[in-house]
């Protein structure tokens, strides 16, 4: 195993927290102010489109031409530090973990990494893969998973995947990749299914590869 690729939000944090729910409102308040429609209309929108593209911000730039830099910015701007703080617990978990580590994220390498920093854990990912990254075309669109690989210069099966959504490990799965879902989701296919971070000791010693 060459690399572990972490998704961020709600991986690396519990999503109880409620970060990524502050997220989304910030989202809605961005459709509802940009494209001046209805309140009632925003949320159905906004998952529609994070269905069919994989983020709303997919949607809105196909549909709508909006800039992905003032969408980033607008919807990331966020006081972290008033919901995550230093995690000596994660940190040392990552420090324990031999295995080089990087971010592969549908959000900004911005927002990365303000959360890694705020977290105390950015030297622990010397590579962020953001949608920018991908030319805004998000996860689960299998061209962006190989895109990650082709910049690590590795084969899928060299790679270990950890993600809160089942969807976003599928296409992982069939490029070889070994999955781990994080969270009470139910999803077949997928390798190993954990209640939080923290259980990917366990998943590592199952697979031979703890130090």
């Known amino acids: 195993m060459r690399y572990i690729i972490f998704d961020l939000d709600n991986t690396l944090y519990p999503k109880e927290i409620g970060l990524f729910t502050l997220v989304d409102q910030r989202i809605n308040e961005?459709?509802?102010?940009?494209?001046?429609?209805?309140?009632?209309?925003?949320?159905?929108?906004?998952?529609?489109?994070?269905?069919?593209?994989?983020?709303?911000?997919?949607?809105?730039?196909?549909?709508?031409?909006?800039?992905?830099?003032?969408?980033?910015?607008?919807v990331h701007d966020i006081d972290l530090e008033e919901i995550l703080s230093d995690d000596l617990e994660l940190r040392g978990l990552l420090e324990r973990i031999a295995i080089d580590?990087?971010?592969?994220?549908?959000?900004?390498?911005?927002?990365?990494?303000?959360v890694l920093k705020t977290l105390?854990?950015?030297?622990?990912?010397?590579?962020?893969?953001?949608?920018?990254?991908?030319?805004?075309?998000?996860?689960?669109?299998?061209?962006s998973y190989q895109k990650v690989l082709d910049a690590l210069g590795v084969d899928g099966t060299e790679c270990l995947l950890i993600e809160d959504l089942a969807r976003n490990l599928l296409p992982?799965?069939?490029?070889?990749?070994?999955?781990?879902?994080?969270?009470?989701?139910?999803?077949?296919?997928?390798?190993?299914?954990i209640e939080d971070i923290f259980g990917i000791d366990r998943v590592l010693d199952k697979m031979g590869l703890s130090d």
């Not at 309140?39 to 549909?63: A, Q, S």
């Not at 590579?127 to 689960?140: G, S």
């Not at 799965?173 to 994080?182: E, H, N, P, Q, Y």
Request: overall charge negative.
């Open 30 to 74: 961005y459709i509802k102010t940009r494209l001046d429609i209805d309140h009632d209309l925003v949320e159905n929108l906004r998952l529609n489109y994070m269905d069919e593209y994989g983020t709303t911000l997919g949607g809105l730039i196909v549909h709508h031409e909006v800039d992905p830099d003032e969408y980033l910015n607008f």
């Open 172 to 193: 992982a799965k069939r490029l070889g990749m070994t999955t781990v879902l994080i969270g009470e989701e139910k999803s077949s296919g997928i390798d190993f299914t």
């Open 101 to 114: 580590k990087v971010i592969f994220t549908n959000g900004s390498s911005n927002h990365a990494t303000r």
């Open 120 to 143: 105390g854990i950015k030297d622990c990912f010397p590579r962020i893969f953001d949608i920018k990254f991908m030319d805004y075309v998000a996860k689960p669109a299998p061209r």
